[in-house]
């Protein structure tokens, strides 16, 4: 019989990305402290980042899941050799775009799938990092102004989603568009493989 799914995310995105694939599963949040994390871990690249927070989320709800799949995943956005999370703060965002329009940037993403035994036996984990080119319009001071004003780049890697209002800005993708909205579905069945399990199984 085929593990259970469970996504370690609260990201809509990421649960209707598995939901649109025909993929079954469930959600549970987990409680990682991301900053504390990163500083605990020392300095490390952009992508090493995501996978550090993938595995981090990952491990934090398979051990209160046992005898399910768990994957976690985490989105850094790579702009000029610097790691962006989300902004928060519209400020922020807007002093982001200003800089990124026009150019292009590195959206990383981790994820890291455990399959949790329901004995003492040790889990099984297998992560990877998936990266895409995102190459921006050079758009106006009064487009970022009513973009920041829709409130979705506060709270998501870059700033930025193509699959919401800023797909508008968005002129070309160089990689698995999933990878930008933050998890990749193709990536998701090679980890799954390593577990013995085909994405088939999961089809709702």
Aim: glycine fraction near 10%; include cysteine; aromatic fraction near 6%.
């Amino acid at each position: 019989m085929t593990l259970p799914l469970i996504l370690a995310s609260a990201s809509p995105a990421r649960t209707k990305l598995l939901t649109d694939a025909g993929i079954a599963h469930r959600v549970l949040v987990s409680d990682v402290d991301e900053d504390a994390a990163t500083a605990a871990a020392g300095p490390l690249s952009p992508a090493d980042t995501a996978l550090l927070l993938a595995r981090a989320k990952a491990e934090s709800v398979a051990t209160g899941a046992p005898e399910s799949l768990v994957i976690g995943c985490d989105s850094v956005f790579e702009f000029d050799g610097l790691p962006y999370g989300k902004p928060w703060e519209p400020e922020v965002a807007r002093e982001r775009w200003q800089l990124m329009r026009g150019k292009s940037g590195v959206l990383h993403t981790g994820h890291w799938l455990i399959s949790s035994p329901s004995d003492a036996g040790t889990p099984v984990a297998h992560g990877e990092v998936t990266s895409a080119v995102v190459h921006f319009a050079d758009i106006t001071d009064a487009e970022i102004d009513a973009y920041v004003a829709t409130g979705e780049p506060l709270q998501v890697a870059g700033g930025f989603t193509i699959d919401g209002f800023a797909g508008a800005f968005i002129t070309g993708i160089e990689g698995d568009p999933h990878t930008v909205v933050g998890l990749s579905i193709s990536t998701l069945r090679r980890l799954l493989s390593m577990h013995g399990v085909a994405i088939t199984d999961l089809w709702a």
